[in-house]
């Protein structure tokens, strides 16, 4: 998909990589039976089991370096115990133990239903944090100190990860699809720029776990954009672009009963993990931490 040039409120953007799953995508796979396209859904179906090497991915011509917001729909139907839902913006290898990968996770492990930010840098420093208080934690290393959020069954959620280059910053965003209600919210220090990244993907790569389990669902409205120039323009162009980049409504399951969502945390941006192999960045009086995770969070 070529590279168009949109914008989003004030802001230029080039969307590198669009689909809303209305006709087939055509995503390379090696798991046909659980990765595919629904067509009475107009979704992306997965159902990921560890130890089994699959995979589902789409190839991404257009990024080489730089910033860029890289977004998606999700909704998790069920996610046994042990399982992972993986989804990210990597290199060819598509393994979380090797950069580049910028991916996000929703886990069921020992602390139930939370949510990650994973990277791997090109340099292969790896930073993650989660949405478990780190008062749980038995590391003794300090990350995420808001309250525990954990996520609900058969929700929608639009999850929204962005990467700042200039000040090396790597944010996920949780919002609830169809109040735009925020439940999570996290960053942290590259320490390094980020490029490298072609693939948008899911799967089980470099998940050793047991078999038999799994994370199943669907996607939808992936998309990835990166900064635009300022280019000016007639009004009735400005107001075509930015028709075109209306939010899409929710597409919905059947839901079933669910527990209330915490409380946000933090209610207005994002809070840095205070990791701890980071380099200190000076101008944000921030702290960054490496932990290394090549498998998903059981224990």
């Known amino acids: 998909m070529p590279i168009a040039a949109q914008t989003a409120g004030d802001q230029p953007i080039n969307v590198i990589y669009q689909n809303s799953f209305a006709t087939d995508p055509q995503w390379i796979t090696n798991n046909p039976s659980k990765d595919y396209w629904d067509p009475g859904l107009e979704m992306y ?36 115990p042990g399982a992972t839902f993986r989804m990210g913006f990597s290199g060819s290898e598509m393994d979380p133990g090797k950069g580049p990968n910028v991916l996000t996770e929703f886990t069921n492990a020992k602390f139930g239903q939370i949510m990650w930010l994973h990277l791997v840098t090109p340099g292969n420093k790896m930073v993650e944090v989660d949405s478990q208080n780190d008062d749980a934690l038995t590391s003794g290393s300090t990350a995420y100190d808001g309250p525990t959020v954990k996520y609900d069954l058969n929700k929608t959620y639009h999850v929204v990860v962005d990467y700042n280059a200039d000040q090396k910053i790597l944010a996920m965003k ?71 980049v209306t939010p899409v409504p929710a597409k919905t399951l059947t839901q079933k009963p669910t527990a209330t969502v915490p409380t946000p945390y933090p209610p207005a941006s994002p809070t840095e993990s205070p990791l701890s192999v980071i380099p200190v960045m000076a101008a944000l009086g921030i702290a960054g931490v490496c932990v290394g995770r090549f498998m998903q969070k059981k224990d």
Do not use: C
């Not at 589902?56 to 860029?68: E, L, M, N, P, V």
């Not at 669902?217 to 162009?237: F, Q």
């Open 45 to 80: 179906h997965f159902k990921i089991e560890p130890s089994t090497g699959a995979y589902a991915y789409t190839t991404i011509d257009g990024y080489d370096k730089g910033s860029f917001t890289f977004e998606y729909d999700v909704i998790l139907t069920s996610v046994d």
């Open 174 to 244: 949780v919002n609830e699809k169809t109040s735009g209600t925020q439940v999570w919210s996290y960053y942290v220090n590259t320490g390094e720029d980020l490029h490298g990244m072609n693939r948008i993907y899911i799967g089980s790569i470099g998940d050793y776990g047991p078999t038999n389990i799994y994370a199943q669902g669907y996607i939808d409205n992936v998309r990835l954009t990166s900064p635009g120039s300022v280019t000016p323009a007639p009004t009735s162009a400005v107001t075509a672009a930015v028709s075109g």
